[in-house]
């Protein structure tokens, strides 16, 4: 399994690297969860506190992220291992403090999280920072079993649509067709490992042939389709109640809680918080701009959540439907919707509907699936073909849980009585719990650990040495004196200067971490916005 003294791989260009990560970061997360989420609070209101959240918080925890990954030239675990160099009081703090909280739970009879509370503490105490490393390495699996199960499904309906068996005219018969084809053991299995297996074939071929290549391919496909289908949808009668359903700002339903919304979606649409922007960072070298191509990819993932809005919300509201959530509005309503139309093309509608969103649950999990395997080809010397193995063969099994248990628990009854066990009742399916467990708690702690990280052990220092590396000085212009006119003028160098640099430290130091900790609490229940 030994690689010996290979030289690392790196992307072929600048633009390669920000198509990849522009790949992982659009996904389902920008197609079937941003639309929903802004139409439920608020609207262009609610897009407007995204985009803070974006800003102030996306940006600089992904600069952050990538910068860590380039400086380590190396997988997550190895990563955060090189760079913290000495000892750190933040992590027997945390350490400490997650052990008490273990005792607390278990006294209130909350086995299942005491259980994880009490795991971590020790991962925490045994290896330091490279905690962080090891939740990023730990967290794919997770993602990767609900992900699968829905990538499986989208090639399924696309060739459902494509063959005409989507001809539903009623919500009941989409309804029927969902759940009869997504419980069927056989096919939804078989389409999950498909979809893991075209994942696992894509970095197989490594980071420049594989993946850069794909995302070169890929990323202006999905534009197409998406433009295709925003001028089917927007010139529908009646399309303009969809657009405003989005785009209207309505400031009377911004509340804390919208804040904390933004924030769970940013990290989850940014891909941040669980290495894999680490990793594709490790790939990157340093003459590349870290600061612009970061913005550039935020830029695009934001850009096609609200394309993803007006290609589905237009239509939607065009032929009456209620605009649900997830599975439902893709699977159930937006098929439903393209037979309304009339044009005797739902079928080729829904074909094209489908393949889009396979091709950006494609890219994404393959980031997910990448930072698994760089971790076994640097930290434990594998081949990269036994490394895709390996973690495609994992991914999937695990995966096979989910697909089999998306509508009842009737095929793992002893997983569920162990899972009521530790974490009490719950009526949500594995499938969900998945998807809930770590949208809502993983990444916020590995966000949280990535910003503390950088601004309390590695520091905002060296980042920033990795960020005038690739020779923007626009981390050091000062704002003000760009402002007055005065950007050349030696004397306006002086104390009184805003630069990027300072800001940047700021957020990460402060505002980052302490966001993210009241939407952890907000998420786990201990604090309440009412
Ligand atoms: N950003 C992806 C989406 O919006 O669907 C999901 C994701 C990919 C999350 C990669 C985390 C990750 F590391």
Same mark, same amino acid.
């Given at each position: 399994?030994?690689?010996?003294?290979?030289? !690392?791989?790196?992307?072929? +260009?600048?633009?390669?690297?920000?198509?990849?990560?522009?790949?992982?970061?659009?996904?389902?997360?920008?197609? @079937?969860?941003?639309?929903?989420?802004?139409?439920?609070?608020?609207?262009?209101?609610?897009?407007?506190?995204?985009?803070?959240?974006?800003?102030?918080?996306?940006?600089?925890?992904?600069?952050?992220?990538?910068?860590?990954?380039?400086?380590?030239?190396?997988?997550?675990?190895?990563?955060?291992?090189?760079?913290?160099? +000495?000892?750190?009081?933040?992590?027997?703090?945390?350490?400490?403090?997650?052990?008490?909280?273990?005792?607390?739970?278990?006294?209130?009879?909350?086995?299942?999280?005491?259980?994880?509370?009490?795991?971590?503490?020790?991962?925490?105490?045994?290896?330091? /920072?490279?905690?962080?490393?090891?939740?990023?390495?730990?967290?794919?699996?997770?993602?990767?079993?609900?992900? +699968?199960?829905?990538?499986? /499904?989208?090639?399924?309906?696309?060739?459902?649509?494509?063959?005409?068996?989507?001809?539903?005219?009623?919500?009941?018969?989409?309804?029927?067709?969902?759940?009869?084809?997504?419980?069927?053991?056989?096919?939804?299995?078989?389409?999950?490992?498909?979809?893991?297996?075209?994942?696992?074939?894509?970095?197989?071929?490594?980071?420049?042939?594989?993946?850069?290549?794909?995302?070169?391919?890929?990323?202006?496909?999905?534009?197409?389709?998406?433009?295709?289908?925003?001028?089917?949808?927007?010139?529908?009668?009646?399309?303009?109640?969809?657009?405003?359903?989005?785009?209207?700002?309505?400031?009377?339903?911004?509340?804390?809680?919208?804040?904390?919304?933004?924030?769970?979606?940013?990290?989850?649409?940014?891909?941040?918080?669980?290495?894999?922007?680490?990793?594709?960072?490790?790939?990157?070298?340093?003459?590349?701009?870290?600061?612009?191509?970061?913005?550039?990819? *935020?830029?695009?993932?934001?850009?096609?959540?609200?394309?993803?809005?007006?290609?589905?919300?237009?239509?939607?509201?065009?032929? +009456?439907?209620?605009?649900?959530?997830?599975?439902?509005?893709?699977?159930?309503?937006?098929?439903?919707?393209?037979?309304?139309?009339?044009?005797?093309?739902? @079928?080729?509608?829904?074909?094209?509907?489908?393949?889009?969103?396979?091709?950006?649950?494609?890219?994404?999990?393959?980031?997910?699936?990448?930072?698994?395997?760089?971790?076994?080809?640097?930290?434990?010397?594998?081949? !990269?073909?036994?490394?895709?193995?390996?973690? *495609?063969?994992?991914?999937?099994?695990?995966?096979?849980?989910?697909?089999?248990?998306?509508?009842?628990?009737?095929?793992?009854?002893?997983?569920?009585?162990?899972?009521?066990?530790?974490?009490?009742?719950?009526?949500?399916?594995?499938?969900?719990?998945?998807?809930?467990?770590?949208?809502?708690?993983?990444?916020?702690?590995?966000?949280?650990?990535?910003?503390?990280?950088?601004? /309390?052990?590695?520091?905002?220092?060296?980042?920033?040495?990795?960020?005038?590396?690739?020779?923007?000085?626009?981390?050091?212009?000062?704002?003000?004196?760009?402002?007055?006119?005065?950007?050349?003028?030696?004397?306006?160098?002086?104390?009184?200067?805003?630069?990027?640099?300072?800001?940047?430290? *700021?957020?990460?130091?402060?505002?980052?971490?302490?966001?993210?900790?009241?939407?952890?609490?907000?998420?786990?229940? /201990?604090?309440?916005?009412?």
């Amino acid at each position: 399994m030994k690689e010996k003294n290979q030289v !690392r791989e790196h992307w072929g +260009g600048s633009l390669g690297f920000i198509l990849a990560a522009a790949g992982s970061a659009i996904g389902l997360g920008n197609l @079937w969860k941003f639309p929903y989420v802004t139409g439920q609070n608020g609207g262009g209101a609610f897009i407007l506190v995204y985009l803070l959240a974006v800003l102030v918080i996306g940006f600089p925890v992904m600069v952050c992220e990538i910068s860590i990954g380039r400086s380590a030239q190396s997988d997550a675990i190895s990563a955060f291992q090189k760079l913290s160099t +000495g000892k750190s009081g933040v992590t027997h703090m945390l350490g400490l403090f997650l052990m008490l909280g273990a005792c607390g739970l278990f006294c209130f009879g909350k086995y299942g999280l005491a259980g994880i509370f009490f795991l971590v503490a020790l991962v925490i105490f045994r290896f330091g /920072w490279a905690t962080v490393g090891i939740l990023s390495v730990v967290t794919p699996f997770f993602i990767l079993s609900f992900y +699968g199960t829905v990538g499986g /499904w989208t090639i399924a309906y696309f060739f459902k649509g494509l063959f005409q068996q989507l001809n539903f005219t009623d919500a009941a018969s989409a309804e029927q067709t969902f759940a009869t084809f997504a419980d069927s053991f056989g096919p939804a299995v078989f389409f999950q490992l498909l979809f893991m297996g075209i994942t696992g074939s894509v970095i197989w071929f490594g980071i420049k042939n594989g993946i850069e290549l794909a995302s070169k391919f890929l990323m202006p496909l999905l534009l197409v389709f998406i433009l295709i289908l925003i001028m089917r949808s927007v010139t529908l009668p009646g399309a303009s109640a969809g657009i405003s359903y989005l785009l209207t700002p309505d400031f009377s339903q911004i509340t804390p809680h919208s804040f904390l919304a933004a924030l769970g979606q940013a990290f989850f649409s940014l891909s941040l918080g669980m290495g894999a922007i680490i990793t594709y960072g490790s790939y990157l070298d340093s003459e590349k701009n870290i600061l612009s191509s970061s913005l550039m990819i *935020i830029v695009a993932d934001t850009f096609f959540a609200l394309l993803a809005g007006l290609a589905i919300f237009p239509a939607v509201m065009a032929m +009456g439907m209620e605009p649900s959530a997830g599975a439902g509005l893709a699977f159930q309503v937006m098929p439903l919707t393209f037979n309304s139309i009339g044009d005797h093309l739902g @079928w080729l509608w829904s074909a094209i509907f489908f393949f889009l969103i396979f091709i950006a649950a494609l890219t994404s999990a393959i980031s997910i699936a990448e930072g698994c395997v760089t971790c076994l080809i640097d930290h434990f010397r594998f081949r !990269r073909k036994n490394a895709v193995f390996w973690t *495609i063969l994992l991914a999937s099994l695990f995966g096979v849980f989910c697909s089999i248990s998306v509508f009842n628990w009737n095929r793992l009854p002893a997983l569920q009585k162990a899972l009521v066990w530790a974490f009490g009742a719950s009526d949500n399916s594995l499938f969900d719990l998945m998807d809930h467990f770590s949208s809502n708690y993983l990444l916020p702690l590995g966000g949280l650990g990535i910003s503390l990280f950088v601004g /309390w052990q590695w520091g905002m220092r060296h980042a920033l040495t990795e960020l005038r590396k690739g020779g923007s000085e626009v981390t050091d212009i000062n704002f003000f004196a760009l402002l007055a006119g005065l950007k050349d003028d030696p004397l306006s160098k002086g104390t009184h200067s805003l630069t990027l640099s300072l800001i940047l430290g *700021i957020l990460i130091r402060f505002i980052s971490p302490i966001s993210v900790i009241l939407v952890f609490l907000y998420n786990i229940g /201990w604090l309440s916005l009412k």
